[in-house]
Structure formats: structure tokens, C-alpha cells
């Protein structure tokens, strides 16, 4: 059984910062790839920015390089994103999710999403 709870969500101001967590439920977390997506009205889901299970593999969206910064703490079972100056175009409910193996198989777990609205 695998849950991903996610917190830090809420209403900053255009310049601000949040930082979300995303809190792994499950044995496996040290050996998952994990990801941040997000989702605006009118918009596909995009995804946001993805570490590795050892932290040394990251990658961003163009569109966040320079503002946010995925990381995780493994003795912890979370991944944070860290967004820094924040612009109104960030506004999305922002999804975590994982990678991992059960068995043979490959699986996908998703979080329930966190509303993340940037306006003054």
C-alpha cells in the first residue's frame, strides 16, 4: 500500500514563496522516482520538476528553472518543492507522484493535489 499526502499549498503573492511536501506512505520511497506535476483551467498537465531515488538526477520545466527546487529526504519519506518567486502564471493544483516497482511491475502513484494560487 502506497499513499502520498501533500501539504503546503495555499494563496502567496506574486514575488512570494511555498514550499510543499509530499509525505510517502509505504516501504519503498528510497528506491522511487519522484515528480512534481501541475494542472491549470484551460491547460494539460505539465510536468514540473522529477528527482531521482538517490537525489542525483534532477530535472525542471523551462518554465521554473531558477525559481523552484525539488529535493527529498529519504529518512523522511519526502519530497519538497521549494517555489521561490512566485508568478501568477504558477497558479495550479499541483500533483505528487511516484515511481516505483511492485514485483515485475512498474507503478504510478499519485498524491490528491494541492491548490497553489499566486495573486495580489
Known amino acids: 500500500q502506497v499513499q502520498l499526502v501533500e501539504s503546503g499549498g495555499g494563496l502567496v503573492q506574486p514575488g512570494g514563496s511555498l514550499r510543499l511536501s509530499c509525505l510517502f506512505s509505504?516501504?519503498?520511497?528510497?528506491?522511487?522516482?519522484m515528480s512534481w506535476h501541475r494542472r491549470s483551467p484551460g491547460n494539460e498537465r505539465e510536468l514540473v520538476a522529477s528527482?531521482?531515488?538517490?537525489?542525483?538526477?534532477?530535472t525542471y520545466a523551462d518554465s521554473v528553472k531558477g525559481r523552484f527546487t525539488i529535493s527529498r529526504d529519504n529518512a523522511k519519506n519526502t519530497v519538497y518543492l521549494q517555489m521561490n518567486r512566485l508568478k501568477p502564471e504558477d497558479t495550479a493544483v499541483y500533483f505528487c507522484?511516484?515511481?516505483?516497482?511492485?514485483?515485475?511491475?512498474?507503478?504510478?502513484?499519485w498524491g490528491q493535489g494541492t491548490q497553489v494560487t499566486v495573486s495580489s
Open positions: 507522484s511516484a515511481v516505483r516497482l511492485s514485483g515485475l511491475k512498474v507503478i504510478k502513484d
Open positions: 509505504g516501504p519503498t520511497f528510497s528506491s522511487a522516482t
Open positions: 528527482i531521482s531515488d538517490s537525489g542525483r538526477k534532477i
